[in-house]
């Protein structure tokens, strides 16, 4: 250990109390490595502050003595953002024991809830009061608010209401020097000045450390309707999503595609998993329509389209489900795809995103790149089709070697990422860079765009202290 | 004149072609002053650039030779953001001449336009491809893209599809040293670094000049309803907002609040305005909603929702426009209070937001607070009460000084500023800092949050060539 971190410890346990600090490696291991296990750490202590003064104190110190922090929530990362370095140089700053919610207000439609708490619960507060906090992601039993806000977090009803960023009216942080900025502000307009929260938010705890946020609701919807459809092509897929799009916007929670592979695991592997449609397709489209008002016409809306569809040949079978077990259902069929994929090898995982018009070309060109580079992969596209953000995960050949595919890892993310790039896109549409991809991401940024990063991380956090190896 | 514009200007020429340069102050006078005739400046020289090359190659000799610039987009600022200084040590950047549609995608939903077109302009662009573009402000014939966007303009419509902000996929801008950074991205979702396009949004030209933005379009609405109530009180207007939200939020495109003596104002001196209510009310919503859908039963809902207003007495007597002509008279009540209070004599404007929650107490206490300080002064409340953005006018005491109320602007401002503040409030919800309020918004900022938005100018502009006399 440094004498740096040594020297600060027991201060450190000074400020935080008792229960504010774990340093025993048996205490620790858990925050030292990454929920994937992708990523092994060690730190030499995982502070826990109970609240955002105490963190407050104990940033100062460390940015005093040198000693880098890595913040954590619910440390559900896909890309290794919140794992302390091997060194043990780094101590992991906990949010959990920041979990209330502050407040919220019903005519405001405005919740202020803490950094530590799990998005699950904040929804369920949500809930209690009527309301609807209009984010959805599959970790949201285990990840934070905190680190959703600094990952800017997607999921399935971002082409409705938009991203974690959207929702986000206000936030505290404590800054890498250990002051507080106060920017809880519960404002639906402000124009005074940079909107610092958008800097804070999505940056992977580079610029200091979100410890509350005033996040907006909206009314929650009254009736859902959830439909499956067998599309042509993804091409289909995209004129079906203008079709709704055009009969009615403002009421498409999800559009989500899936291909005929995808959806073979899952009714495959998954216990109950059953396709309700005459025949299996080569892809597919998942839909979900949501309005608060009563007698909508929602579904009547929902057959019209897709009788549209039907007869343009976009879509060839639609099942619309008829009650919540078959709407959960439905929704299984998508969920499961990570779960089924597993039984099937070892998977490349790529999350990307292009315009909304490119996916077809991406899912396209992407698939014979990968046939050209290794035979017999097996690409599943999915996702988030209504926002051009498509999962694209590639099983080894059926038979092959999990390790020979996994040691393929960079060399076909690497294909699939320079094809996004060609395509105008990104190579992370919502998980954010971590570990895993901040060397990959600076291939495709411009220097004048690296440049800029890292001059406003320079600016806010002159030390490097803040999670230092994530991000430029 | 300095020696150092003295030498860059023959250079700028050569740069922007004789086109691209207004020296003759019978020809720059115009853009050395706002609209309002607030500010008076002068200035050397009008860049007029034709492309962002141009625009590049001038920033990037202005930078070397320390001279500074100030973007002008529309020249509609409402706060002298756009005014050159009164030494005539700044040049004017003026976009007008970029001012093309790049592109429109109807599967993305986007459009890339450069900054120089009018807001107008590019809603026409949007309509003829059987979009949206939903934005609108008064000034929209005149404004620009660029300087809606670095002012981060809200208007009417916020309420539903939020500020300028919301509608901005990617930027290109000419950095202070004059490299271009091109982040015209067409994503829904891109998580790899701080989110640069939200630090340029609203920074009023002080970080650099967007020259072109990717917007996010929205399916064309189909039908359109706007009513008119009689309100209690303007808890009663919220409370009627809230039923509308909880009936259905995603239709709710405006919600607007009158004041009895704002509607007085428009009714006195504005020719055909007419009240089609039983009798004036102390207190009015104006209320639009809109859907793609057909046949979505907008009016059905509308009429219930009032109709349980009034059983309540939230609202005392509503009319639904019947036909195009009666929706616009409605909305002239709302559009002509500037125009109709200025016939009443000089008028203290206030642009301020408080939680939407606080309006009332924010109406009551400010009007309290007026009468206190000038006996007789009339208060005008009125604007975006959906959002909690009210703008505060206070006209002279009947047959009162125009030249004694004026000199009490200051005065009056502070007051109501004072009072928003105390509410959790922005003293400026939609019009911005610019030269009239970057002081007083020192004034209300935490030292923490001025630190951290200084850090970030110096960080991208350190020789503060950008709008210099704007924000921190």
Redesign the interface.
């Known amino acids: 250990m440094t004498d740096a971190r040594s020297a600060v410890l027991p201060h450190l346990r000074e400020i935080l109390g008792p229960r504010g600090m774990l340093t025993d490696p048996a205490d620790t291991a858990a925050y030292a490595e990454d929920w994937r296990r992708l990523y092994q750490g060690r730190t030499a202590a995982v502070l826990r502050p109970a609240t955002t003064a105490e963190l407050a104190s104990a940033v100062k110190l460390c940015a005093e003595a040198g000693v880098p922090l890595v913040p954590q929530g619910g440390n559900t990362s896909m890309v290794g953002g919140a794992t302390p370095s091997d060194d043990g140089r780094e101590l992991v700053v906990s949010l959990a024991r920041l979990n209330r919610i502050r407040d919220l ?6 919740m202020t809830a803490e950094a530590g708490i799990t998005l699950q619960a904040a929804q369920e507060a949500a809930a209690e009061a009527d309301c609807l906090l209009p984010l959805s992601i599959p970790s949201e039993g285990t990840a934070q608010i905190g680190g959703i806000l600094s ?2 977090a ?1 999921g399935n009803n ?2 409705r209401y ?2 974690a ?2 929702m986000v009216l206000g936030l505290e942080v404590v ?1 890498p020097d250990g ?5 809880l ?12 929260r ?2 804070f ?3 992977e705890g580079t ?1 200091g450390i979100i410890t509350a946020a005033v996040l907006k609701l ?2 929650r919807p009254r009736e859902t309707e959830v439909a499956l459809a067998a599309v042509a092509s993804p091409e289909a897929a ?1 004129d079906l999503f ?1 079709r709704l ?7 498409v929670n999800a559009f989500e595609y899936m291909s005929g592979a995808g959806v073979g695991f899952v009714l495959k592997h998954i216990e109950g998993a059953i396709l309700p449609l005459a025949a299996p397709a080569d892809h597919y489209a998942l839909i979900e329509l949501a ?3 009563e ?3 929602l579904r009547s ?1 929902l057959e019209t389209v897709l009788e549209q569809a039907l007869a343009t040949g976009a879509i060839t079978d639609a099942v619309i489900a008829e009650s919540e077990a078959q709407r959960r259902a439905l929704w299984r069929l998508r969920e499961e795809h990570s779960e089924a994929q597993k039984r099937e090898g070892a998977s490349i995982k790529n999350d990307v ?5 490119k996916v077809p070309e991406l899912i396209r060109r992407a698939t014979a790149a990968c046939a050209a580079l290794v035979p017999g992969v097996r690409p599943v596209p999915f996702g ?1 089709i209504g ?3 498509i999962h694209y995960d590639v099983i080894r050949p059926e038979g092959g070697s999990d390790a020979e595919h996994s040691a393929r890892r960079d060399q076909g993310s690497r294909l699939v990422h320079d094809l996004v790039a060609s395509l ?10 971590g570990s895993m ?1 901040t060397e990959e ?1 600076r291939r ?3 220097p ?2 690296v440049a ?2 890292e ?6 956090d002159p030390k490097r202290i803040m999670n230092p190896r994530v ?2």
Chains 1, 2 share one sequence.
Do not use: C
């Open positions: 207000d019903r005519i405001d439609m405005t990952t800017n997607g971002t082409v938009g991203n960023r959207e800054l002051q507080v900025w106060n920017g502000r519960r404002l639906r307009k402000d124009n005074t000045g940079y909107a610092l958008h800097l938010i999505g940056a610029l909206v009314p995209l203008g799009q055009s009969h009615d916007a403002a009421v309005t608060t008002r007698n909508a016409g809306g995103s292009v315009p909304v018009s988030h926002d051009g953000n105008g896109g990104s190579i992370s549409a919502e998980h954010g860079l991809k991401a495709y940024k411009s004048v765009e800029a990063l001059a406003i991380r320079r600016a806010l991000l430029f």
